[in-house]
């Protein structure tokens, strides 16, 4: 019964430069080859940029890990090649319930709106999720991926690190040097080269401790994240049940702060407990355990001059809202780039600092949702538990109660809508598309064929156009256009239209076939969006005009 999933082995080789080949300094260099640093790696390599990745493991990550991947981050993944890999064997779901005792209290719909391309969430192991990322990154061509590479040494040269970082890398031939105008740090919470730089994460580590346990079985629960307080078999604590691939369910329980994490994960320990909730009769087997604690801890700044921290190097928090790899694949998102523009001398390098203000405000927000999720799953006091135990008792019978009910917020991308890059409304909007949000997907048609906005906005500015014709758009608006598709960062203008037809100059036309473009951006004929190349927004108009759009452009580029 134990799952079909084969380990891959990844070759060393030894580098060049231990053969006595030339030092060449290379524009970036990544640090750790977990779902973060891949995930950088191969933004990076598909816009062009050539980056080294070292990585002091020879494998992907063992057991399950980060497990639970959001909307968000699947449409990140579907830019990066490898979304419906993952979609294909994860496993998709939308409905988490909630149970007080014996009794379901409270449910929810992730997913409510119809005509969306991804779920609201799919469950699938870490090691999945990594060995497709470093299959694509091998497919790539500007991707130099070094196993067994390990970091051991990093100092930032000359003032404020304007000349670059150098690393010292050991291997099993020896330990050599490499040079970098850019360094990306996503070697994970326990991170080596921020205790080499001394910096420091700040926060809290919450008194408490949970077990995963990775179980091999064949069960007929839905697809569904079910989590408990105070169950029969398991009383006092909570539970935390989720369906992975290949009929692996990860189990978390609850163990309470006094447990001793080596006799925890003993099997004589575990399996007790699974077999208290699973039943006697049920026929499983234990695949993989681990012991961990709640963390919700950040970076005071996530970029340090020519340094940058991403994922849980940067910020750590609880896994109850499934916060860590999804946030950190979309720090990577955020950054690329931004570098990319900086590197290639079209923005300044202060462009980076909105990195770390825009992150940073993100990371924020999910450590005070993972800490109010791990205040009310593990209260404090006898009087926070007889009040989450009454709020439990009440979501039975009402609604109210059912919103203060907190068995971990789940990863909903963040509104950055207090960026420094974004140009804020001139007139009224409806909806939630507003400057700083992740765009909302939405079905479309081009040239006849079906497909989807999010896969059809690229990985550069653009500006969405609503008309009626796309026939009908005047010399004047083709003029914008033009001189738009030619300036030093280009904006692509596309028409988006209610019925299809073809527009001159060789404009692309999205078809708005379903009528959701329209009703999730709240556009009408003349409306305007502006995207950032991550597919946030940066503006949005009534109308077409020229200046308002260069002066959101030189601000999304750090230039105002």
């Known amino acids: 019964m134990l799952s079909t999933y084969v380990y891959p082995h990844f070759d060393y080789l030894t580098p060049a430069e231990l053969h006595g080949g030339a030092r060449r300094r290379h524009p970036v260099i990544v640090v750790g080859a977990g779902p973060v640093g891949l995930a950088t790696a191969i933004d990076l390599a598909q816009q062009g940029m050539p980056v080294l990745l070292l990585d002091d493991d020879a494998s992907v ?252 190097a940067a910020h750590q928090v609880s896994p109850f809202g499934a916060r860590g790899a999804n946030s950190g694949i979309q720090d990577a998102d955020n950054l690329v780039w931004k570098l990319k523009l900086v590197i290639d001398g079209q923005a300044p390098d202060s462009l980076l600092d909105s990195y770390g203000e825009e992150r940073e405000f993100a990371a924020d927000e ?34 109210f109660a059912r919103a203060l009910v907190n068995s971990g917020r789940l990863s909903v991308p963040a509104f950055l809508c207090g960026s420094s890059l974004n140009t804020h409304d001139g007139e009224a909007f409806n909806g939630q598309m507003w400057p700083g949000a992740a765009m909302d997907d939405a079905p479309i048609r081009e040239q006849g064929r079906d497909g989807w906005l999010l896969d059809a906005v690229g990985e550069h500015f653009m500006l969405l156009c609503s008309v009626d014709d796309p026939a009908a758009v005047n010399a004047s608006t083709m003029a914008v256009f033009s001189a738009l598709a030619a300036a030093p ?40 969006y502006l995207l950032r190349p991550d597919q946030h927004i940066a503006a949005r108009w009534r109308r077409l005009d020229a200046a308002a759009v260069a002066a959101a452009l030189t601000r999304a580029i750090g230039k105002h």
């Open 61 to 312: 990550s063992v057991g399950s890990r980060g497990v639970c991947y959001a909307k968000r981050t699947l449409e990140v993944l579907d830019r990066l090649g490898v979304g419906d890999r993952c979609f294909a064997k994860g496993v998709s779901w939308n409905v988490g319930r909630t149970f007080f005792r014996e009794h379901e209290v409270y449910n929810f719909q992730l997913l409510s709106q119809p005509d969306h391309k991804r779920p609201g969430m799919i469950n699938l192991q870490q090691y999945y999720l990594e060995e497709f990322l470093v299959r694509r990154a091998q497919e790539l061509p500007g991707i130099d991926l070094r196993w067994q590479n390990r970091v051991v040494g990093v100092q930032q040269e000359g003032q404020d690190g304007e000349g670059g970082v150098t690393l010292q890398v050991e291997t099993p031939d020896g330990v050599y040097a490499l040079a970098c105008d850019w360094l990306i740090v996503a070697d994970g919470a326990r991170s080596s080269i921020r205790r080499m730089l001394k910096l420091e994460v700040e926060g809290k580590v919450f008194m408490d401790r949970f077990l995963i346990a990775d179980v091999v079985m064949k069960a007929d629960f839905p697809a569904e994240r079910w989590f408990w307080f105070d169950p029969p078999f398991h009383p006092g604590q909570s539970v935390l049940l989720h369906r992975q691939a290949d009929n692996v369910w990860r189990i978390d329980f609850q163990l309470g702060w006094q447990a001793d994490p080596d006799e925890e994960q003993k099997p004589e320990k575990v399996m007790p407990r699974i077999k208290a909730m699973l039943g006697e009769d049920r026929e499983f087997e234990l695949e993989w355990v681990s012991v961990y604690t709640f963390q919700c801890r950040r970076m005071s700044s996530f970029r340090q001059q020519r340094v940058l921290f991403v994922g849980d």
């Open 366 to 399: 999910n450590l005070l949702n993972s800490t109010r999720s791990s205040d009310f799953i593990s209260p404090k006091s006898k009087t926070s538990l007889s009040f989450r135990n009454a709020v439990l008792t009440l979501a039975r019978k009402y609604p």
């Open 489 to 528: 960062v280009p904006v692509e203008a596309v028409l988006l239209a209610s019925g299809g037809g073809a527009a001159g100059a060789g404009l692309r036309v999205f078809e708005d076939c379903r009528g959701r473009y329209a009703e999730r951006y709240d556009a009408r004929p003349g409306t305007v």
